[in-house]
């Protein structure tokens, strides 16, 4: 069950400074949001789960390679 309460508390928890997605969007763009935006959230994924279907957008990442080289 998401309830609004969980989505702000996974908000506040995100790590900070870390990359971007594939979308552009970090951490802080959820952080400094509107507070409507949990409210949303938490309607929209049991609406995903209950229609069966994931936005295209939801679909799309990319994997970046990082070469470690040991000295």
Excluded at 14 to 20: F, S, T
Excluded at 32 to 52: A, D, E, G, K, N
Excluded at 57 to 71: L, Q
Aim: hydrophobic share 45%.
């Amino acid at each position: 069950m998401f309830d609004t309460e969980l989505v702000s508390k996974t908000i506040s928890e995100l790590k900070r400074g870390k990359a971007a997605d594939i979308d552009g969007l970090t951490s802080e763009h959820l952080f400094f949001s509107h507070p409507i935006l949990p409210v949303f959230i938490s309607r929209l994924f049991p609406l995903i789960f209950y229609t069966q279907y994931i936005p295209n957008g939801f679909k799309r990442s990319y994997i970046v390679v990082v070469v470690v080289v040991n000295a």
